[in-house]
């Protein structure tokens, strides 16, 4: 008996070992370990152009992720990250295209090898789009004007007749709609421009993004507003923001292997202190 039982122990191991070597990863797309047998060389890299790392984003793109509209000029944070990743991928040149937001995260084939523009992974997501591990631990705030009721909102309570905002397809509109349930529909627009114009003209109290976009709103866009809060984490995992890529592509791993690297050699860490890390303390909400 002793014998068969231990048997039977040897077997579910593997069988374990096998499902867990097998199994997607919904947090943070594929591991590194995910590059398997193939090879990370720059000339064996699956690239939709030969020497090229053709990288899709936003429409337009907004500080401080990007600077000036123009991701070819690496500045910004997610515009240097990728420039840093094709380098340590030891691909020549980056060049990059345009979409909508909700456009990339549809199902089918991509014109290009990844998109960012600050996806969030989700699992709903993962589902007909891959990821790469997060790059970014991202939260998210809410900014409102210093003479709006919310301006002492402690809690997501305080929030609850609030009319709030946020642009389409984002998790800050997601943590509204699902988190904070304010008693009236969230505003929604189109992207971050649109929801900083309707906050302009006073038509919502307060808008929700990720809080790096929020300093620079705040500081450089629209000084006559603040940071009224951090808003509470949800769930057991942190938020992070991870490249979108085609479902089934056969580069996410190599990716993953690269951003592995600037992640210990301190490159990412870097460039967050350079880009995103300069709003001070800023007082978190109770749930």
Known sequence: MFRFTKILAVLFAVTLLAAACGSDDDDGGDTAADAGDASCDAADLALEEPGTLTVATGEPVFPPWMIDDNPANQQGFESALVYALAEELGVPEVAWTRTGFDEAIAPGEKAYDFNIQQYSITPDRDE????????????????????????????LGDLADAQLGAAIGTTSLDYIDMVIQPSSEASVFDDNAAAKAAFDASQVDGIVTDLPTAFFITAVEIPDASIIGVLPRTGDEPEELGMLFEDGSALVGCVNVALGSLRENGTIDALEDEWLNDGGSIPSLEQ
């Open 128 to 155: 007909v789009v891959d990821f790469s591990d997060g790059y970014y631990v991202v939260e998210q705030a809410i900014i409102g004007s210093p003479d709006n009721d919310i301006a002492g909102a402690t809690s």
